[in-house]
T-cell receptor
Framework: DTGVSQNPRHKITKRGQNVTFRCDPI?????LYWYRQTLGQGPEFLTY????????KSRLLSDRFSAERPKGSFSTLEIQRTEQGDSAMYLC???????????????FGQGTRLTVV | GQQVMQIPQYQHVQEGEDFTTYCNSS?????IQWYKQRPGGHPVFLIQ?????EVKKQKRLTFQFGEAKKNSSLHITATQTTDVGTYFC???????????FGKGTRLSVIA
């Protein structure tokens, strides 16, 4: 296992189109996170899975965004009716579950850079 | 929602000078993590601090967690060009909540 893998690495789409990104986490990691990062900013939390359960979703996330992790392994992030403001780097991260009381380090993928034209 | 404020936003230093970035929260944190992101790269984990007043060192890097668990700092001694990048703190209120990242401090090192 070489780490967190994200596909595609780059995506250019026309405004109004739907896009889907895929994330393959490190195989033994139960937790999976999606973040969005724009230039000069820190990663912004979007949503979080524990196995196949989506435990939290940012209130900043519009209804156009949806994420799934159907078998508790890979995850997909879909953006419907893309807008120019959706242009960003979408980062996926995974981490092992050490129990409710402990955070562990997050391993990030290389990200998918989305450009909406 | 939970926020972590990070200062400064940018820091330019001559090679060999020291560098410090600070992370502050208005609320008590469960733990704090530090990440480094090289230009064009993705965030890479550096360290996690959990205990009040904790200090950890990694070669030229020193990490501190405040006594009240509301602030943290990263200090680099004698910077090198390989230290270039953006340093982020990331914090959570509990072990079961996702990390919230600061905006980062971008470090430039002039040789």
């Amino acid at each position: 296992d070489t780490g967190v893998s994200q596909n595609p690495r780059h995506k250019i789409t026309k405004r109004g189109q739907n896009v889907t990104f895929r994330c393959d986490p490190i195989s033994e990691h139960n937790r999976l996170y999606w973040y969005r990062q724009t230039l000069g900013q820190g990663p912004e939390f979007l949503t979080y899975f524990q196995n196949e359960a989506q435990l939290e979703k940012s209130r900043l996330l519009s209804d156009r965004f949806s994420a799934e992790r159907p078998k508790g392994s890979f995850s997909t992030l879909e953006i419907q009716r893309t807008e120019q403001g959706d242009s960003a780097m979408y980062l996926c991260a995974s981490s092992p579950d050490r129990g409710r009381s402990r955070n562990t380090e997050a391993f990030f993928g290389q990200g998918t850079r989305l450009t909406v034209v | 929602g939970q926020q972590v404020m990070q200062i400064p936003q940018y820091q330019h230093v001559q090679e060999g000078e020291d560098f410090t970035t600070y992370c502050n929260s208005s609320t008590t944190l469960s733990n704090i993590q530090w990440y480094k992101q090289r230009p064009g790269g993705h965030p890479v984990f550096l360290i996690q601090l959990v205990k009040s007043g904790e200090v950890k060192k990694q070669k030229r890097l020193t990490f501190q967690f405040g006594e009240a668990k509301k602030n943290s700092s990263l200090h680099i001694t004698a910077t090198q060009t390989t230290d270039v990048g953006t340093y982020f703190c990331a914090a959570s209120h509990s072990g079961n909540t996702p990390l919230v990242f600061g905006k980062g401090t971008r470090l430039s090192v002039i040789a």
